[in-house]
């Protein structure tokens, strides 16, 4: 995955600070209010395969959050039925048939610097999902959350396949979690 240029202020909380997960949700809250509208179909799209264990944090959190049952929210992208390089084109199509003018987060795990594994990224702007392993797939989102799973260089893709499930694990609990909290917070601020 790589960020889009046309991104603006990106967001970085370790998963490991006991206040990150407030500022997580609130960041997250804030970014859904200011671009959307009571009558915004909100999707999360959690990118990635159960086939590699650094890339399964989308389909992990996408899993997660469908046992959550959140209301106005679609979730695509789970273990069973995971969204990954082979049908995101596919998917993203679906959704702009199928909704009218979604906001669209993307969910996706990344490799980035070596003292920033455990990180989770938020910020506006579509994210290109594969393109850290060399795969060219159209951009996706309006909104993206990452989460850093291993270090960047030499031999990504084995790099992907070697990335602790724990650490995977504790992202997407935090991702999860931080999703559902602000779900909760957007009805109460609604009604």
């Known amino acids: ?18 206040s990150a997960i407030s500022n997580f949700s609130n960041t997250l809250f804030n970014l859904i209010e200011k671009y959307t509208d009571i009558n915004t179909s909100i999707v999360i799209l959690c990118i990635g395969t159960d086939r590699a264990t650094g890339d399964c944090l989308g389909p992990i959190v996408g899993y997660k959050l469908k046992k959550m049952f959140l209301n106005n929210v679609t979730v695509l992208g789970t273990l069973s039925n995971p969204v990954h390089a082979k049908n995101i084109e596919e998917t993203v199509n679906n959704i702009k048939s199928n909704f009218k003018n979604p906001f669209i987060i993307a969910i996706d795990a990344c490799l980035g610097k070596m003292d920033h594994i455990g990180y989770v990224s938020i910020g506006k702007g579509s994210i290109n999902p594969g393109a850290g392993v060399n795969k060219t797939l159209p951009p996706v989102g309006d909104m993206y959350i990452t989460g850093i799973v291993n270090f960047s260089g030499f031999m990504d893709m084995l790099i992907l396949q070697n990335t602790r499930l724990n650490t995977v694990m504790g992202m997407a609990d935090f991702i999860a979690f931080g999703i559902r909290r602000t779900i909760n917070n957007l009805k109460r601020s609604v009604g």
């Open 1 to 18: 995955m790589r960020l889009k240029r046309n991104s603006e202020e990106i967001h970085y909380y370790n998963v490991k600070d006991i």
